[in-house]
């Protein structure tokens, strides 16, 4: 069955009633049944529930791992790179109360069988907060009690956030043969609960350290309100739903602020590059948006936004003497204005001929 998300309706153009939030016939995952360990609830009945499910499942994800062989440690700089400009995201673009901007970033050190999240599973309370309001002190709380009871995350990083969509920060990290992988996760400012992130990606191959790695971030649905634009209320998704990543046709409706029909994918949100660092750091890392930025590198795509306009109006009265030929005529008015080259908007006004009824032939109403 495909679940959907919401049940609140809108009339779009042309009068058809559309949900306002649907996961587009992709519904992944089964609920419940995950074998992936999450953060627990918390306190003795959240780490017996760990324990529970480790000791239940504890061959899903760990029988794919490969073991670090590398001798030692390793030091990593990860500098974020949002790309999330008016000119790739034309579609509703946050300009104020609040602009675009980016959460803290949050950064695990950890290994196999952890995950702070992932594609098709259920966001933990903590996560589903931090994409709620990108508040990080239930999720920071979760990942310590795991920290504690299961040695499985190594550190726990935080780097400043970002005050605007194409702003940059950055964090140094540590990982360890036993913890080589790495999560992350950045919430979306203004959003429902929408977030970037990175799931469980291992920095060492065999015997080795990666020297450089650089992903392109894509927007996730945490699945736990069910607002459908940057800018939407508060609504709750009862029952939760899983993590899903949105696309320019998922979900598949006019109203998302993701929508744009004509691309096969979205452009990146942001980049993140992960270098190793082979000298020891001396002095202190100032990870923020204020970082210097080198000209000509940051060179945003144009997104192509179509004109999209309202239903018609109902038709005026007739203009021509009773009896006679005449005009009548109908309106429509801009919902959103075409930006980068998308197609143009359709005329707003349309005229029908017509022939004055409801009078007598001498011009006297009935």
């Known amino acids: 069955m495909h679940a959907i998300k919401g049940t609140l309706m809108t009339r779009a153009a042309g009068g058809h009633r559309h949900l306002l939030k649907a996961t587009g016939g992709q519904h992944t995952g089964r609920r419940g049944g995950s074998s992936t360990l999450m953060a627990p609830h918390g306190g003795l009945q959240g780490l017996l529930g760990v324990l529970l499910l480790l000791a239940g499942r504890p061959a899903c994800h760990a029988t794919d791992a490969k073991p670090c062989l590398a001798a030692g440690p390793a030091s990593y700089l990860l500098l974020f790179s949002g790309q999330w400009s008016s000119t790739t995201f034309p579609k509703q673009y946050p300009l104020f109360r609040p602009p675009a901007q980016w959460s803290k970033l949050i950064v695990i050190t950890h290994g196999p069988p952890f995950r702070l999240w992932r594609e098709g599973g259920h966001a933990s309370p903590g996560v589903k907060r931090f994409a709620e309001d990108g508040q990080a002190d239930e999720l920071v709380k979760e990942l310590t009690e795991i920290r504690k009871s299961l040695k499985m995350i190594h550190a726990i990083h935080q780097a400043p956030n970002v005050s605007s969509g194409t702003g940059r920060t950055a964090a140094r990290v540590l990982v360890v043969p036993r913890a080589s992988r790495i999560s992350l996760l950045m919430k979306l400012i203004p959003s429902p609960d929408w977030f970037t992130g990175v799931d469980s990606l291992d920095l060492c191959d065999g015997g080795h350290w990666k020297p450089r790695v650089t992903l392109e971030l894509r927007p996730y649905d945490a699945g736990t309100d069910s607002g459908f634009t940057f800018s939407s209320p508060n609504f709750p998704t009862s029952p939760q739903e899983n993590i899903t990543r949105i696309t320019s046709q998922s979900p598949n409706h006019p109203a998302s602020s993701f929508y744009y029909p004509r691309l096969a994918e979205l452009p990146p949100l942001a980049t993140l590059t992960i270098v190793r660092r082979t000298k020891r750091p001396t002095g202190r890392l100032h990870p923020s948006h ?23 109006s109902s038709w005026g009265l007739c203009s021509a003497p009773c009896a006679q030929a005449g005009l009548r005529q109908r309106t429509r008015f801009v919902l959103l204005r075409p930006a980068n080259d998308g197609e143009p908007c359709p005329d707003l006004e349309e005229e029908s001929p017509c022939v004055r009824e409801g009078c007598s032939v001498d011009g006297d109403r009935r």
Do not use: A, N, Y
Request: contains cysteine; glycine residues 4%; proline residues 9%.
């Open 290 to 312: 204020h970082m210097r930025r080198v000209p000509g590198i940051q060179q945003f795509s144009e997104t192509p936004l179509d004109c999209e306009v309202s239903r018609w």
